[in-house]
Each structure stands twice: as structure tokens, then as C-alpha cells.
């Protein structure tokens, strides 16, 4: 597993959590563009934030603007995302992703991703 999520659970609306995602021991990730996706049953996977190789640009979906907050630690090898306000229609699997730096598919577009976690549920819930 190159990959690692976690840090997913059940939350009140309202709430917070914060999803790690770390790379695996010696296989960097400082020349990927890294981001989350996430998933319900049924529905394809949906981009919810990247943040570029440097960390010095990021990108949201419109509806977690302002909520969620993407990050990463070149040293640690990991990525965060930071959920504020959460929505009972934030529940998913949210996977984290890795997409070499130079390939010109979208963020947005999980194709262009070569690298995937195994994903961690979070359930917003009262």
C-alpha cells in the first residue's frame, strides 16, 4: 500500500475531523500533486481538494470551501484535510491520491491519479 488514509469516524453535524494520509516508508511524494476524493455508494468518485507538489497552491470543491482545509507535510511524507462545519452530505469514503506533478489531466478527474489510498469513512450524524 502505497498510501495510507485515516483518522475517519462518526461526527455530529457541526463537527470536526482531520484525515491523514502518509506515504509509505521510503517512497516519497514530493513531486506529486496530492488530493482527496471521496465516495458514496453508487456515485462516482468526487474530487474534494488538491494541494500542488510545493503546497503553495490548493483547490477545493465549492461546497467544502470554506470548511475544509488541505495541507501537507513534506517531511512527514503526509497529507492532511481539515473538516470544519461538517454536513450530514459529507458523508462518504474519502481517498487520498497522489498525481505526478507535470501530468495535464484535471485534478479534478480521479484518471489522473497514479496513486490511491484505501479510503476512511466519515459519518456525519446525530
Known amino acids: 500500500v502505497q498510501l495510507q488514509a485515516s483518522g475517519g469516524g462518526l461526527v455530529q453535524p457541526g463537527g470536526s475531523l482531520r484525515l491523514s494520509c502518509a506515504g509509505a516508508?521510503?517512497?516519497?511524494?514530493?513531486?506529486?500533486?496530492m488530493a482527496w476524493f471521496r465516495q458514496v455508494p453508487g456515485k462516482d468518485r468526487d474530487f474534494v481538494a488538491v494541494?500542488?507538489?510545493?503546497?503553495?497552491?490548493?483547490n477545493y470543491k465549492d461546497s467544502v470551501k470554506g470548511r475544509f482545509t488541505i495541507s501537507r507535510d513534506t517531511a512527514k511524507n503526509t497529507i492532511y484535510l481539515q473538516m470544519t462545519n461538517l454536513k450530514p452530505e459529507d458523508t462518504a469514503v474519502y481517498y487520498c491520491?497522489?498525481?505526478?506533478?507535470?501530468?495535464?489531466?484535471?485534478?479534478?478527474?480521479?484518471?489522473?491519479?497514479?496513486?490511491w489510498g484505501q479510503g476512511t469513512l466519515v459519518t456525519v450524524s446525530s
Open positions: 494541494i500542488s507538489r510545493k503546497g503553495g497552491n490548493t
Open positions: 516508508s521510503g517512497r516519497s511524494f514530493s513531486n506529486y500533486s
Open positions: 491520491a497522489a498525481k505526478w506533478y507535470n501530468n495535464d489531466v484535471s485534478t479534478s478527474l480521479p484518471s489522473g491519479y497514479s496513486y
